[in-house]
């Protein structure tokens, strides 16, 4: 089972990028990419070394329980982009479930970044080991820790494959990964605000409490080197062999559960506002659809969730570093959720997937399209109009001071106008697939990653750099020149949106093609 698995993921890389060269080059960029991490985990391990050996052994317990919880998180938002994570996609095999659970945690560690994560487990040799005692057990605590991450992995994944299938498992997904990476940002809020006190001693406070964690029994087995880090291997080897029996379990009930993503859903009668304003056409029939999309799909909400997430970090952050006076500190946050949700937008026609090809054959000229994605735009700016005004009061809440308020709605207005713009352009461009029936997480098909962060990353400075010239002078005091930005941002989106129809419109074919990878 191991070399059949083995095999089958290695067929499954090779097969991915098989006469695509947008696949072969986001292969190569993971692949650099993990090696810069292994690379750099490695040596940042290896020279705890210099450190004392309480320092040391308390950023190893650190490091190998953020490992953990790298494996424990990392894996549910890559869930439906590697077949080998959803045992539904395995169920119909003539294996025993022992047998099948062999051959998945041999498929989850073949691959660069598993390979990358066992390089940097692997550091903690280097640089807590202190004897002969601690290089033995270190080794042993470096498999050890490897197999839980891998183990505890799988048992994740596996227990909650049915709920990740279905959307509001998805929707919780997205909300729960969000609150974690607010959170995340607790300690920079806690710098900022003044609150710190010896860093070392904060970092052996923390220590001290996930010492007796899993992953702390393996990072202090080898700082240990002794009796007490045998025991704990001891401890630890046991319940990895417990959370693999639970695995099996869970592989077990899984392969015969019903598919809940599968069951019909209630379709509703939607008829608002909208309806009575805009006339019938293309036009409405666009924004009414880009407001469903955003109501019912879970990636556009967690793109939403992460900018105002993101921009109330921001105002906070910026207030509690002595920066939070004047309009500044509401005007600079407002104009990063602008940009965020102006990114957003740099590849519209993704979300469509092989259905645009029914817009490719009836639209007749450029003004077709041009009027198609004026349409996505305006279903945008109906969400954003809003958010962005509830994030300035939130950064004018934050800094106290009211005045900013309405110069931050103005500029932000502008920067996400900047950003639609330079989101059409990108969007005929530089397309790419985004799945379909995945989590909440997944940009771009398997191979397309490296595409989707090309026009992403380019978007966000091209925007950033067009927006420039009214942003910069009213950060700088000067409140008035807001007045300019909304007028410069519909001028610019307008101005995006012509050239996009006029580049994209003979482009059709290609660009039905890009969206239409298979994932």
């Known amino acids: 089972m191991v070399g059949l698995f083995v095999a089958l993921k290695l067929r499954l890389i090779s097969g991915g990028m098989r006469g695509d060269t947008q696949r072969v080059l986001g292969f190569v960029f993971s692949c650099l990419a993990a090696l810069v991490v292994a690379g750099g985990g490695f040596l940042l391990l290896s020279l705890l070394r210099l450190a004392s050996p309480q320092v040391a052994a308390d950023v190893g317990v650190i490091a190998f329980t953020g490992l953990l919880v790298f494996w424990a998180t990392v894996p549910l938002l890559a869930f439906g982009v590697d077949d080998t994570l959803d045992p539904a996609k395995l169920a119909l095999f003539p294996l025993r479930t022992r047998q099948l659970a062999t051959g998945m945690f041999a498929a989850s560690v073949t691959g660069i970044w598993p390979a990358a994560s066992f390089l940097v487990t692997a550091g903690a040799l280097l640089g807590l080991a202190r004897g002969i005692g601690g290089v033995l057990l270190g080794i042993v605590a470096v498999l050890l820790q490897f197999a839980l991450c891998i183990v505890a992995s799988r048992l994740i994944t596996t227990a909650l494959s049915g ?80 959370l693999g029996w639970l695995w099996v379990r869970a592989l077990s009930r899984a392969l015969v559960t019903t598919d809940a993503s599968t069951q019909a859903a209630s379709v509703r009668r939607s008829s608002g506002l909208l309806d009575r304003i805009l006339p019938d056409g293309r036009v409405a029939a666009v924004v009414a659809k880009e407001l469903k999309y955003a109501r019912r799909d879970p990636r556009g909400r967690v793109g939403w969730f992460a900018s105002i997430a993101v921009t109330g970090v921001l105002a906070f952050s910026i207030s509690g570093q002595g920066q939070g006076s004047g309009p500044g500190a509401a005007i600079g946050p407002a104009c990063v959720g602008a940009l965020m949700i102006g990114i957003q937008q740099c590849n519209i026609f993704g979300i469509d997937g092989r259905s645009l090809w029914m817009n490719a054959v009836v639209y007749g000229d450029s003004r077709d399209l041009r009027g198609d994605v ?146």
């Open 163 to 242: 709920l990740l299938r279905s959307r509001r498992g998805r929707d919780l997904l997205a909300v729960g990964v969000i609150v974690v990476v607010l959170m995340a940002q607790l300690p920079n809020l806690i710098v900022n605000r003044g609150l710190t006190g010896d860093p070392l001693a904060m970092v052996h406070s923390i220590a001290s409490v996930l010492r007796w964690t899993p992953s702390g029994w393996a990072a202090h087995a080898i700082s240990d080197g002794g009796l007490v880090g045998l025991a704990e291997l001891v401890a630890l080897a046991a319940l990895v062999l417990a």
């Open 374 to 519: 004026a349409g996505r735009h305006l279903g945008v700016a109906i969400i954003a109009a809003p958010v962005l005004i509830a994030l300035s009061v939130l950064g004018a809440v934050f800094s106290g001071g009211f005045e900013g308020v309405l110069p931050a709605v103005l500029t932000a207005w502008g920067v996400l106008g900047v950003g639609l713009g330079v989101g059409a352009l990108t969007s005929m461009l530089v397309p790419y697939t985004v799945p379909d029936r995945l989590n909440a997480f997944t940009g771009a098909a398997p191979g397309q990653g490296g595409v989707a962060f090309v026009a992403s990353f380019g978007a966000m400075i091209v925007t950033a750099l067009i927006a420039l010239p009214v942003v910069l002078p009213v950060l700088l005091g000067v409140t008035w020149m807001s007045v300019v930005a909304l007028p410069y941002g519909l001028a610019l989106s307008w101005a995006g949106r012509v050239l996009a129809s006029r580049i994209g419109y003979p482009r059709l074919p290609e660009l039905l093609a890009a969206v239409s990878k298979p994932t």
